[in-house]
């Protein structure tokens, strides 16, 4: 009796063990489940970081079939990032994950709704959410590595998808209208098709930058600017004075002073830029939605579409200012057809709320063609 | 192991029993080879053994050094019918690529497309949207694009709705022993420096050979050969999208020369098109007002060699009203717009004594064929017919060589 005693309470000292971050600095040794990692845990019946990684948040989130996201960042203990405007410097080792999630009501039912539901001390609860899928992106010393883990309808466990995934789900909002979704968990190759943001240079994470990551976080012990949070515990160096950062727009739900071509453009930048700069997968193209390019005819003002082929929707140039309903910007990224749709990956429906906001903003703008 | 499990798996497959008109995706297929996709290693051979594959979801590859092999382009069969996801059927990113002896069918956008890499040999690939020409087929079949020392030989592309063989912004690039058939643009040469465009037989399409530039492009193009060629009866409706630069071609065009400098089109047979055998022309013709270009854009055509042709009957049924109207005015009821039309658009800050010097201009020696000016500029007033400026000489344009790689391959 006393042996099992002593048994029961090792195997219990086993399940309550902080988990600590994988470190692998090298080699393809990658855990075939989402655990191996040890970024997440499950806490009081709720999904949250490892004790070492942070919860972390951008201003304007890329689109995703409306999905909530969880992103987590762990550092190799003693190692710091080094900020820089464009993209920072992560030490080798470094892990982030972004776990897609949808609310779900009482009924069990998919909701599509904007409202932050992570608590900030506790996580996710799981008993309201549904996990679909965690994205894995590692810094090698040969480079960024981007993995795709798929949770299993038990939502015990995500496993690596190398080829990715896709899940039928319906979402339903207040108004009580529902939505088809036909998710796409992307493969490996087509996660580098949007993290190469520059030919040759290899994988980058595209939300950690300053310009995304410049806004205020609720914390457990409170709420604070995120990069300066991170700086304060030592996971970021070399961050400038407050008034140097750069910052982008909160698209549709503005702070103060935010207008609406900076929440236009913000948009574009987190949904589009990453491939659309002169050096990104679409650089073929010839037009360049980053926050380097100045409006004109780079950033598709009057701009003859190219190798669009379908995509240019019998619309004649990519932004028509005055004319949404003239401009291929709009038709594409209205549209749900794969051989059409802008973002070509990362979405099987449309962004109604993005939409408006760039239509608003192109019927804003002056001038013609 | 890999090629004995997916014969395994084919053999699986065939006892199941395919339903013959749904297509369904083979899923373990599917995964598999895109995995297989992405593990590869330089060096790699992946072989797709004959059968016709159902697939939904693009496949994408970004290892260099990679060989894709099939049985032959009537045997191994990717079919993309209902694809759900990805733009193209197969989207590569990566350098010392071979693809070979395979048909990507029906992809919800580009069949084939190839970004960014060098030394790329596309051979015996056919891409095909098998419900015939159709404006929501995909834009391009095979689509080297910001790609250097690229060769496409013994292919076929038929049915897509801008160019079935459409070389972009590359350098390098020779296209050869190929057939495009039923398409806007059968081959299409676009802001390529260095291509050479021979053996190949363009029929059906909307128009023949086209060699353009696109404004706003970081690489504008020149320095293509066209040359034994078989351009013939290209006459199909323009199904492009409007907005796209294809679908300006006029219906009936053989061979299109637009903004592009440095062609040469010469020992080709080029025949029964019912608008011109040879179109030379400006961005100016595409419908575009100069908002949409920048500063920099050099929107003429100069330097255009035509030689040496054979020209079949063509010109008698022109597309575009304004094309009809002057046929009937300048030309008569029966009669036929001569073998070369060009739009009459020249650099003004070029002419010397209000003349283009013949070194800059087209120059026609191909015995009794004639151009005619339509005078653009002017809304069509000076229609000319006057050779004098055409009857000069330009130097043969140098033969595209292909880096030892790929040229040893195609040996």
Not at chain 1, 7 to 15: H, I, K
Not at chain 1, 315 to 328: C, E, K, T, Y
Request: charged share 20%; proline share 6%.
């Amino acid at each position: 009796m006393r042996g099992a005693l002593c048994l029961m309470l090792l195997l219990l000292a086993g399940c309550d063990r902080p988990v600590e971050p994988l470190y692998l600095p090298d080699g393809e040794a990658y855990p075939e489940t989402l655990s191996g990692w040890g970024m997440l845990q499950r806490a009081d019946g709720h999904l949250q970081p490892a004790a070492t990684a942070q919860a972390y948040d951008l201003n304007t989130p890329l689109y995703s079939d409306y999905a909530h996201k969880l992103r987590t960042l762990w550092l190799p203990p003693g190692e710091s990032a080094r900020y820089a405007e464009k993209d920072f410097d992560f030490p080798v080792g470094t892990v982030l994950t972004k776990t897609f999630y949808y609310p779900k009501d009482a009924q069990g039912r998919l909701l599509k709704n904007t409202r932050d539901d992570r608590d900030p001390a506790r996580g996710l609860d799981l008993e309201r959410v549904r996990l679909v899928e965690t994205r894995v992106l590692l810094r090698q010393r040969q480079g960024w590595v981007a993995l795709p883990y798929v949770w299993d309808e038990a939502q015990q466990e995500a496993t690596l998808e190398w080829a990715g995934a896709s899940a039928a789900l319906t979402l339903h909002d207040e108004r009580g209208d529902s939505l088809a979704v036909d998710y796409q968990v992307p493969d490996a190759n087509q996660c580098a098709g949007c993290h190469e943001e520059r030919h040759g240079e290899g994988l980058k994470p595209l939300g950690p930058k300053a310009r995304h990551l410049n806004r205020d976080l609720a914390y457990a012990d409170g709420v604070e600017n995120q990069l300066q949070h991170w700086q304060r515990l030592g996971l970021l160096q070399g961050l400038p004075a407050p008034e140097g950062l750069p910052r982008n727009a909160l698209a549709g739900a503005p702070r103060a002073g935010e207008s609406l071509e900076q929440q236009a453009r913000s948009y574009l930048d987190i949904n589009c830029a990453h491939c659309h700069n002169p050096k990104g997968p679409a650089r073929t193209s010839g037009l360049y939605l980053d926050p380097a390019t100045a409006l004109g005819i780079p950033y598709g003002l009057c701009k003859q579409p190219v190798a669009a082929g379908k995509g240019s929707g019998d619309r004649l140039v990519d932004i028509h200012p005055g004319q949404p309903d003239a401009s291929v910007l709009v038709y594409r990224v209205q549209s749900t057809d794969p051989s059409v749709m802008m973002p070509e990956l990362g979405r099987s429906t449309a962004h109604r709320e993005g939409l408006e906001l760039l239509t608003r903003w192109i019927a804003s703008l002056p001038g013609g063609c | 192991m890999r090629p004995l499990s997916l014969l395994a798996l084919a053999m699986l497959l065939a006892g199941c029993g395919d339903q013959a008109d749904t297509p369904v995706a083979h899923a373990d297929f599917q995964k598999d080879l895109q995995a297989r996709l992405i593990k590869a290693k330089p060096g790699s051979v992946i072989e797709i053994p004959a059968g016709t594959w159902h697939l939904d979801r693009g496949l994408s590859l970004k290892v260099s050094g990679v060989t894709i092999k099939g049985a032959g382009m009537d045997k191994t069969i990717l079919s993309f019918k209902g694809q759900k996801a990805g733009a193209e059927g197969l989207l590569v990113d990566a350098s010392d690529f071979t693809i070979e002896d395979l048909a990507l069918e029906d992809s919800k956008g580009d069949a084939l497309k190839v970004v960014g890499g060098k030394n790329i040999v596309i051979r015996n690939v056919r891409t095909e949207w098998t419900n015939g020409p159709a404006t929501e087929n995909g834009a391009y079949g095979i689509y080297p694009v910001q790609t250097e020392n690229t060769l496409i030989e013994g292919a076929v592309a038929i049915g897509a709705s801008d160019a079935g063989i459409y070389v972009g912004q590359s350098r390098n690039v020779v296209v050869r022993n190929s057939r495009a058939e039923r398409n806007v643009a059968g081959i299409e040469i676009e802001n390529t420096i260095g291509a050479d465009v021979y053996d190949n037989l363009a029929t059906g399409n909307t128009g023949g050979i086209l060699v353009f530039n696109m404004p706003n492009l970081q690489q504008p193009g020149h320095g293509t050969r066209i040359h034994r060629n078989k351009v013939e009866g290209n006459n199909h409706d323009n199904f492009g999208h409007k907005g796209t630069p294809v679908a300006s071609v006029p219906a009936g065009s053989g061979v299109v020369i637009n903004s592009n400098d440095d062609v040469e089109i010469f020992d080709n047979d080029i025949g029964n098109h019912r608008t011109a055998n040879v179109i030379v022309s400006s961005y100016f013709s595409t419908g575009y007002s100069d908002l949409s270009t920048s500063a920099d854009f050099d929107p003429y055509p100069e330097r255009i060699a035509i030689h040496g042709n054979r020209f079949g009957p063509g010109g008698d049924s022109p597309d575009h009203i304004e094309l009809k109207a002057l046929r009937i005015a300048k030309f008569g009821l029966n009669g036929r717009l001569p073998d070369i039309l060009w739009d009459g658009y020249v650099n003004p800050a070029k002419l010397v004594d209000g003349k283009l010097p013949a070194a800059m201009g087209i120059c026609v020696d191909n015995g009794a064929a004639t151009l005619v000016n339509v005078d653009g500029p002017n809304n069509f007033k000076n229609i000319s017919t006057d050779m004098s400026a055409h009857r000069c000489t330009l130097p043969p344009l140098p033969e595209v060589v292909l880096a030892s790689a790929g040229e040893q391959k195609g040996s």
